[in-house]
């Protein structure tokens, strides 16, 4: 079946403008994770949907990044006025539930590379 | 705040030999460790985890070690082949997040 495919694969934008990123879980899944890897650091979790519950937005950085998912599948991460910190790889995954006592594998897309100059 | 610690950036082996990576946290709150492997212009797979209530794990080439004294866990792949090479991120999960390591880059040699 299909994996988690995101949009755009590459995003180059000036400093300033406002992005979006488009992330397709799996279907069936009902978490859905954000994640930003900067180069050479690890994977840093962004925020985390889980079913129609409030999303866990820990992780954004800050104010100008949001997201949201529509209809429990679907998720945007919008980045307004981007710096040039932004820079990464912003990496979506999606699993059958979050937490729980066993690990539901994170299947993760192959995310969108945003540069921003 | 990194409580998930990879050390060592790269590794090279050579084919049929051993590999170990290693991976070192910090939170005792962590109940489930993992390790997923990266391809260039791909997004992570899961490759093998184990709960923190055990100390090892094994499947096929792949095993995992947790030594919860030490906070320390290691993968062991063995024997090591050419498509191997990838990086490999060690994670951990305290409910429902997971916290990785920087990712060690592993090169099999022919």
């Known amino acids: 079946g299909a994996g988690v495919s995101q949009s755009p694969s590459n995003k180059v934008t000036e400093k300033g403008k406002d992005v979006e990123l488009r992330c397709d879980p799996i279907?069936?899944?009902?978490?859905l994770y954000w994640y930003r890897q900067s180069l050479g650091q690890g994977l840093e979790f962004l925020i985390y949907?889980?079913?129609?519950?409030?999303?866990?937005k820990s992780g954004l950085p800050s104010d100008r990044f949001s997201a949201e998912r529509t209809g429990g599948s679907v998720s945007t991460l919008t980045i307004q006025r981007t710096q040039q910190e932004d820079s990464a790889v912003y990496l979506c995954?999606?699993?059958?539930?979050?937490?729980?006592?066993?690990?539901?594998?994170?299947?993760f897309g192959p995310g969108t590379r945003l540069t921003v100059l | 705040d990194q409580q998930v610690k990879q050390n060592s950036p790269s590794l090279s082996v050579q084919e049929g030999r051993i590999s170990i990576l290693n991976c070192d946290y910090t939170?005792?709150?962590?109940?489930?460790f993992l390790w997923y492997k990266k391809y260039p212009a791909e997004g992570p797979t899961f490759l093998i985890s184990?709960?923190?209530?055990?100390d090892k794990n094994e499947d096929g080439r792949f095993t995992v070690f947790l030594n919860k004294s030490a906070k320390h866990l290691s993968l062991h792949i063995v024997p090591s082949q050419p498509g191997d090479s990838a990086v490999y991120f060690c994670?951990?999960?305290?409910?429902?997040?997971?916290?990785f390591g920087a990712g060690t880059t592993v090169t099999v040699r022919a």
């Open positions: 995954a999606s699993s059958f539930s979050g937490g729980g006592t066993n690990y539901n594998e994170q299947f």
């Open positions: 279907s069936g899944h009902t978490a």
């Open positions: 949907f889980q079913g129609n519950s409030a999303p866990d």
């Open positions: 939170n005792s709150m962590f109940d489930y």
């Open positions: 184990i709960s923190s209530i055990k």
């Open positions: 994670a951990a999960r305290a409910d429902y997040k997971l916290s």
